[in-house]
């Protein structure tokens, strides 16, 4: 049984640019959150999708954008890209989207922004 | 957001018992509590979450205070492969599963 897969594994863009990261959930989960992990800190939460629609937001810009697909797949999208951007996005996979269900999360996808 | 406090570091010996403490004093009575633990180059992994009671599992044990504003989660037998960042965080019913993250426990593991 395959858990959360991502790609790419790493990525390295420059100023301005724009990059889409996919993500697909473990077997049998409908719900896809998005995170981003700057060095040193923990996961702080993007957004999250369930029924293809955007659930739940975080303190994060417009430039920050997502999508699921009937597959239950997602992509987070990112323009503009500042250096600041440079991180560990890191997908997780839940079966529903409530406060007592466990997430499983992928390795990540290692963006970095010159 | 949920906010949590944890010591930045703690240090064990191997197969020995581990306590690893989260301060969340702003938890409301409705919020779960969530560990997980993030090893080098990895995804976070989740390791145990409860409501009130204490809770097992195969991996470890968490303990919650009568008043819930604190919780303990315990290692029994330490071995190297726990070496890693633990962090805890807490969720209530409207979050829809949105965890917030602190900095966590750095928890070194001596042979």
């Known amino acids: 049984d395959a858990g959360v897969t991502q790609s790419p594994t790493h990525l390295i863009k420059t100023r301005g640019q724009q990059v889409t990261l996919r993500c697909s959930p473990k077997?049998?989960?409908?719900?896809v959150s998005w995170y981003q992990q700057a060095l040193g800190q923990g996961p702080q939460f993007i957004f999250q999708?369930?029924?293809?629609?955007?659930?739940q937001r975080g303190n994060f810009p417009d430039r920050f954008s997502g999508h699921q697909f009937p597959n239950y797949s997602s992509e987070l999208n990112v323009n503009a890209l500042l250096l600041g951007d440079s991180a560990l996005y890191l997908c997780?996979?839940?079966?529903?989207?409530?406060?007592?269900?466990?997430?499983?999360f992928g390795s990540g996808t290692q963006l970095s922004v010159l | 957001d949920a906010k949590t406090t944890q010591p930045n570091s703690m240090e064990s010996n191997e197969e020995e018992p581990v306590h690893l403490p989260c301060n969340h004093s702003?938890?409301?009575?409705?919020?779960?509590i969530h560990w997980y633990r993030q090893l080098p180059s990895q995804g976070p992994e989740y390791v145990i979450h409860?409501?009130?009671s204490n809770v097992n599992n195969r991996m470890a044990s968490l303990a919650i205070a009568e008043d819930r504003k604190s919780s303990t989660l315990i290692l029994h037998r330490a071995t190297l492969r726990d070496a890693a960042v633990y962090y805890c965080?807490?969720?209530?019913?409207?979050?829809?599963?949105?965890?917030?993250f602190g900095q966590g426990t750095i928890l070194t593991v001596h042979p």
């Open positions: 409860g409501l009130t």
């Open positions: 997780a996979s839940s079966s529903y989207p409530a406060a007592n269900e466990k997430l499983f």
């Open positions: 077997s049998g989960h409908d719900t």
């Open positions: 965080t807490h969720a209530g019913g409207t979050s829809y599963g949105k965890l917030t």
């Open positions: 702003t938890i409301s009575g409705t919020d779960y």
């Open positions: 999708y369930y029924e293809e629609e955007e659930r």
